[in-house]
């Protein structure tokens, strides 16, 4: 019955809308910044958004010392994530001070989320593929739902528009045995499109149990049908061998194995009905993850092993038009059904249903841009959501190009299903069947501005007052478990500066800062990967010739507790040297130029000072 409801709602939404549709917008109608997708599905410029986004195009990630998405996040300000010792180890995501759980990734708008924790490991995706990244800073619950820290949206390169096909082959080797090799091919043969890409990463680390191996490939086929319309199907893989190397010897397990399976794919038609311009996807995911536990670093005898499968299947249906030829009018619904299971943890598998309509409306105003977004959620197994949201953007009209942006919004965080329904507490970790989704009116104010020539200056501050929030706790038997807390306060600021001193030279700097508190306590929450203060600085340089060299730096305090030995009040440097040439490009990446020794948590340093060189060959 909900799911009639909700495609009753979507076909009055159209056919209410078909009365005020006019003519898409031109360029010049809106001609700032980038052009981004993910603040409101739909085509937008980055200049006319009411939140707070960043973009990372595929040029800007070539200049990046990074080998997959993780270290590509990591450059992002605002962006943080906690770092972990070796390659392609777990790690956490944390925007505004949030929660790695409330931080929603997609790759195409696929959800990554899983239902055993809540979160993403973005080590578990290549970059090689991806010809753009969007994140928005703060609640995005009026258009995507559980997002109460924001969200990542991977966009993947386009199927290819000519004959000839065009691709790339990269090399790379670096210290501690490791090399990795990707290739891509792109092409069109009449009106069948594909993209393909496959790597293979091994390193053997840098001591015992310190090894990973790692699969992944991607492709994408699109086919046009005609009168402005395009199916398009795509499925990504990405599976390894990881183990964490050795643990400190006062700890009870002493490595870990985490093989792991991800897939995860989509069905695409794109075209009009009832003159809106029209996206149904059919979207899946699934993630089989292993977890091995050692208690001697030589044996090969697990101690215990944990096996979990994680299944989500989506429809979404997405619409826009265009009243007045000036305003944007998007509307759609999502449906999902997901499925969680644990040898360990769950005695049987435990499901959800969700449903989704929702409706966004930008009207312009000579210089002020409006924003209208409203989301209704219900989901099987916890409960209803309504979350509006109103936001604004005046444009200075003037030589600075100023902006000065404010948004008011509900956002809400559905927990992860495992935190309901665990019921083997012989880990030490109960379940909470009374755990609540948390709920939070979120205010952001921010200003961007070309002060002089050369310099360009963006600032925001948050404040998201979370009811319900959930931290970790412990239950009268000793038992840790996920707790509903009255109110927690998350707020912060950060400033980005960039100065551009040449064509070819430009310098940046930013300064993160966040406060989580236990409103009821004023007590500070500590734990989850959250930094306190955050500190980027970057030198870049571009010649004409084709060469390149980026000099990054990092600082983070993170809010770990003291048990955890923190050593990261320190600035960490990575360094990228290139060349290019018309179908050769050589790099060279330096990762830990000083050779800091830094971890936020004891049983994670970061490697050593490391040096990997390679090539791209490209047609």
């Known amino acids: 019955m909900r799911v009639i409801i909700c495609v009753l709602i979507y076909g009055l939404l159209a056919g209410i809308a078909s009365v005020f549709a006019n003519e898409p917008l031109g360029q010049e109608e809106f001609n700032l910044g980038e052009i981004i997708v993910t603040n409101r599905r739909a085509s937008f410029y980055s200049g006319r958004a009411t939140e707070n986004v960043s973009v990372l195009t595929e040029d800007k990630i070539k200049d990046l010392p990074a080998r997959n998405l993780s270290e590509v996040l990591s450059y992002i300000t605002g962006v943080d994530i906690e770092p972990r010792q070796g390659f392609g180890r777990g790690t ?37 593929n991806i010809a753009r990244i969007e994140v928005i ?22 199927t290819g528009t000519t004959l000839i096909p065009h691709g790339s082959i990269t090399n790379s080797f670096a210290e501690f045995h490791t090399r990795n090799h990707n290739a891509d091919l792109s092409g069109k043969i009449n009106e069948l499109g594909y993209y393909i890409f496959s790597s293979y990463m091994e ?55 985490q093989p792991y399976c991800f897939r995860y794919g989509k069905i695409t038609w794109e075209g009009h009905i009832f003159d809106a311009e029209t996206i149904i996807d ?15 670093i030589d044996t090969e005898d697990p101690f215990w092993t944990t096996v979990t499968k994680d299944v989500l299947y989506e429809l979404s249906i997405n619409s826009t038009l265009y009243p007045r030829g000036r305003d944007l009018f998007v509307f759609g619904a ?20 969700l449903q989704a309509p929702y409706c966004n409306y930008t009207l312009r105003l000579g210089t002020l841009d409006f924003n209208f977004g409203l989301r209704y959620d219900n989901n099987s197994e916890f409960g209803q959501e309504v979350s509006p949201s109103f936001g604004w953007v005046y444009h200075l009209d003037d030589a600075t190009a100023t902006l000065i942006r404010a948004t008011v919004s509900r956002g809400f965080n559905a927990p992860p299903l495992l935190w309901k329904y665990n019921d083997d507490v012989a880990l030490g970790i109960a379940p909470n069947p009374d755990i609540k989704a948390e709920r939070a009116w979120v205010y952001e104010l921010g200003l961007e501005s070309k002060l002089v020539t050369g310099l360009w200056i963006k600032f925001s501050l948050y ?36 100065i551009k001193v040449t064509e070819w030279l430009s310098f940046f700097g930013a300064a993160v800062f966040n406060d989580i508190e236990n409103r009821a306590t004023g007590e500070t929450v500590r734990g989850g990967g959250k930094p306190r203060q955050g500190f980027d600085i970057g030198i870049e340089y571009k010649s004409k010739s084709g060469f390149a060299f980026s000099l990054l730096g990092n600082y983070n305090r993170w809010n770990e507790p003291a048990d955890y030995q923190p050593n990261d009040r320190k600035m960490l440097l990575d360094a990228k040297l290139s060349q290019r040439f018309k179908h050769l490009a050589t790099f060279l990446n330096i990762y830990n130029l000083t050779n800091t020794k830094y971890w936020a948590d004891y049983f994670f340093p970061v490697p050593e000072r490391y040096f990997e060189g390679g090539f791209t060959i490209n047609w």
């Open 334 to 353: 999502d449906f999902d059904w997901g499925g969680l299971k644990s040898n360990i943890y769950l005695s049987e598998e435990k499901t959800l249903s």
């Open 92 to 128: 956490s995501i944390s925007i505004q001070g949030s929660d790695s759980r409330q931080v929603r990734v997609m790759i195409d708008g696929i959800p990554l989320n899983n239902q055993a924790s809540g979160q993403v490991d973005p080590t578990r995706f290549p970059i090689d």
């Open 282 to 296: 059919v979207k899946h995911s699934r993630q089989d993850i292993i977890t091995r536990s050692y208690l001697s």
């Open 137 to 158: 800073k703060g609640a995005s619950s009026h258009i995507w739902g559980s997002a109460l820290g924001g969200v990542i949206n991977v966009i993947t390169k386009d």
């Open 203 to 257: 390193s053997g680390g840098e001591g015992a149990r310190d090894d990973v191996l790692e699969k992944k490939a991607f492709g994408k086929l699109s086919y046009d049908l005609g009168n402005s319309a395009r199916a398009i199907c795509s499925f990504g893989y990405s599976a390894a061998d990881v183990n964490s190397g050795e643990f400190p010897a006062d700890s009870t397990v002493r490595w870990q194995a």
């Open 463 to 498: 404040r998201a007052d979370i009811s319900n929030a959930i931290s970790l706790a412990e239950n009268e038997s000793g038992l840790l478990y996920m707790k509903n807390f009255e109110k927690f306060r998350r707020q912060g600021a950060d400033l980005q500066l960039r």
